[in-house]
């Protein structure tokens, strides 16, 4: 029995119209004309639309001062009239405010956090500490040419409706040559790698009868990624996982014509690494930093089958 067999996942009531939501920037800057298009998407749903009062601070790379980022992002989850808290963006900075998340407010009132990329500290800090189910999704920094009117229905899904999200493996993907044939079900937890990696010893939830979602976009090459595997495989945070679910790894196509990486690719990184942990491994799913994101919740339970290509996660919401 895992870990997560023995502590409830908290769920959120879901949305519907009429409902409060509070749009916040707990990383970096997002623009006026992205939020205002997402205020306009999600009042088309009949949502009530609000902004937190620092939205559009910016204080260096992110978006206002630590204490007033926290201050936002906790004054959404503390007002009982707002039923869910949609991130402007990712970016830098929500690993500065993850100890100052006022979680106890959350347990008692449920809500879910929609984001993706940086937001992934703080997804790992809502299940830790009080266990809630929170939506790996595109950012109220609305923009019709990146997330599409798929992306808008996969978002409305998820927050709106009680049905299960399932995501196909898309060959097209760098990550879809990486298999390691059969099917797994648990808790699935994770999102960017480098967020998870961060909090590796310091607020990384032990991941012992979980499935791992993984995404990365490209910054220093393939070295990166072995070094983040590695690390969270020499720290023990991998021991006890059920399976793997592969995103998107983007901007490594350059690697294929370097020398010096002797014919590697991120494939070949990411199934040396992975298949050392002998669970199954499901690569190709298209989510991630790529266009037309999907949204799938997390710390919810899911299925892995790499036969039939397919992540089956159940609602974030009740």
């Not at 009530?48 to 936002?72: C, I, K, N, S």
């Not at 995103?247 to 020398?259: E, I, N, R, S, V």
């Not at 298209?286 to 799938?296: E, F, L, M, R, S």
Request: charged share 20%.
């Amino acid at each position: 029995m895992g870990t997560f067999d023995r502590l409830p996942t908290v769920l959120s009531p879901r949305l519907r119209p009429g409902d409060r939501v509070r749009i916040v920037s707990p990383a970096s800057p997002p623009s006026r004309e992205g939020v205002a298009r997402g205020v306009e998407l999600l009042t088309s749903w009949g949502l009530r639309v609000e902004l937190g009062e620092h939205v559009f601070d910016q204080w260096g790379y992110m978006a206002g001062r630590d204490e007033d980022r926290v201050f936002d992002l906790n004054s959404a989850f503390g007002d009982p009239g707002v039923r869910a808290v949609i991130a402007t963006r990712g970016g830098k900075g929500a690993y500065r405010i993850v100890d100052d998340i006022d979680t106890d407010t959350l347990r008692r009132d449920p809500k879910p956090l929609v984001g993706f990329s940086d937001i992934t500290h703080l997804h790992l800090a809502l299940w830790t500490r009080c266990r809630l189910s929170s939506l790996h999704g595109p950012f109220a920094n609305w923009s019709d040419e990146w997330s599409g009117p798929a992306s808008a229905d996969a978002l409305r899904h998820a927050l709106m409706t009680t049905d299960p999200v399932i995501i196909h493996r898309d060959a097209s993907q760098a990550s879809a040559a990486v298999t390691v044939e059969g099917t797994a079900t648990g808790v699935l937890l994770g999102g960017n790698l480098d967020a998870i990696r961060t909090e590796a010893g310091a607020g990384l939830p032990s991941l012992e009868g979980a499935i791992l979602f993984l995404e990365h976009k490209r910054g220093t090459g393939l070295g990166e990624v072995d070094r983040a595997l590695t690390q969270l495989t020499r720290t023990g945070a991998l021991d006890g996982l059920r399976g793997v679910a592969l995103g998107q790894f983007l901007g490594f196509d350059q690697d294929a014509d370097d020398p010096t990486l002797g014919g590697w690719g991120i494939a070949d990184v990411l199934h040396d690494r992975l298949s050392r942990l002998r669970v199954p491994v499901l690569g190709g799913l298209p989510a991630g930093h790529g266009p037309n994101p999907p949204t799938i919740p997390l710390g919810a339970q899911a299925t892995i089958d790499t036969g039939e290509g397919t992540l089956t996660v159940q609602p974030a919401v009740f």
